[in-house]
């Protein structure tokens, strides 16, 4: 009798914890977020660009108000104007999955920038679109993409990481602003010096400044002063933040090794730190991949289901993974970041052969 009572609670325990774990996953829905200011014919567009269908999204509207809020005292009011016209679609997705984000229409934030602030911000796993019906400068694309991350998971995000993210987001564009970086340089040095921030929890300026020379110096570049102090007073703000590096190693080891392909795709050479410290960090790239997100094979989701025709052949688009594309006929090569998958089937030999051609390169 006593045996016939465990086994019946045990099914009901079962039962119940089945319950919540499918309940917990079945809570998180795809968000679409659109700017206020925009008319129906954009909101219109906007939607057909995300090729979000009925019934399959919630809704919601960014207002200027909390783009400002979001950016006070961190980007001054003629960044962040008067109007929102950036929208996006966020989409949650399983632990391990990485953050794939695409940009359209966004010409001063991009794709690469916008992966580094979600995990800043405390996002670890998405895929993001952040798009706008035309040409605009993105300073708060990100206030949408939190809103929307927060109404699908029913999680408030930490204050203070959101506040930092923010800030990431604008100090990663005044660097990128030097015509000798780029957007792309400025997003893996931000990421580089950020890692190694959590890394070792720095929080001493003078050890971050250490980072920082140690960084810029791999990628040949040497930032003004006010750059320099800039982004020394974020990382020692991030430094004395509880991230865990063990939890965020793998992604952003991803974000980084993305942005690096771009920059070695377009020509842009890193100055390596030396053969030994190169080889190490080689062992533990290989096996660190070997044994995390398997790099290429993402589900990506709601990135590559995009209908480009909603607007037009001039949208500018980029991505933050080499797995997302564009079909439409004018994205600036994508910013370089939609590279071919030929390499994609990469077997294990091939990969070690690999391995040992960049020991040497």
């Known amino acids: 009798m006593k045996i016939k009572k465990l086994i019946i609670i045990l099914g009901i325990s079962t039962t119940i914890f089945f319950s919540s774990f499918v309940n917990s996953f079945a809570d998180q829905f795809n ?8 008319n129906q014919q954009q909101k219109d567009s906007m939607l057909k660009y995300f090729n979000a269908k009925d019934g399959s999204y919630q809704l919601i509207t960014v207002n200027n108000k909390e783009e400002r809020d979001a950016l006070k005292g961190i980007a001054p009011l003629s960044e962040i104007g008067n109007k929102t016209i950036s929208c996006s679609y966020v989409q949650p997705t399983s632990s391990g999955s990485g953050i794939n984000v695409k940009t359209a229409n966004l010409t001063w934030v991009t794709a690469s920038m916008i992966s580094n602030t979600l995990v800043t911000a405390g996002v670890n796993d998405a895929n993001v679109i952040a798009a706008a019906p035309f040409q605009v400068s993105g300073t708060g694309a990100l206030t949408g993409i939190l809103k929307g991350f927060e109404d699908s998971t029913g ?30 340089k400025a997003a893996a040095i931000v990421n580089d010096v950020k890692k190694e921030v959590i890394k070792d929890n720095a929080q001493d300026p003078n050890k971050v400044e250490k ?16 750059q320099q102090k800039e982004l020394k007073d974020l990382m020692v703000k991030i430094g004395k933040e509880d991230y ?13 090794n993305n942005i690096k392909n771009v920059l070695e795709q377009s020509g842009q050479a890193i100055k390596e730190s ?6 190490w960090q080689n062992i533990k790239d ?40 564009d079909t439409s006929n004018n994205t600036q090569d994508n910013q370089n970041n939609n590279q071919s998958q030929s390499s994609n089937e990469e077997g294990f030999f091939e990969k070690i052969a690999n391995w040992f051609k960049g020991l040497f390169n």
Do not use: H
């Open 211 to 226: 980072i920082i020379n140690n960084v810029t110096n791999n990628y040949n570049i040497s930032l003004p002063e006010a």
């Open 155 to 184: 999680e408030k995000l930490d204050k203070n990481k959101k506040e930092l993210a923010n800030q990431e987001l604008v100090t990663t564009g005044n660097i990128a602003n030097d015509s000798k970086v780029g957007q792309e």
């Open 244 to 256: 865990n590096y063990d939890q965020l190693k793998s992604t952003l080891n991803d974000i980084g």
């Open 274 to 279: 030396g053969f030994f410290q190169n080889l």
């Open 286 to 325: 290989f096996f660190s991949s070997e044994n995390t997100s398997n790099g290429n094979d993402k589900d990506l989701g709601i990135i590559n289901q995009t209908d480009n025709s909603a607007l037009g052949d001039s949208a500018v688009v980029t991505g933050n993974n080499t797995e997302i594309k």
């Open 31 to 38: 968000v679409v977020t659109l700017g206020a200011n925009l």
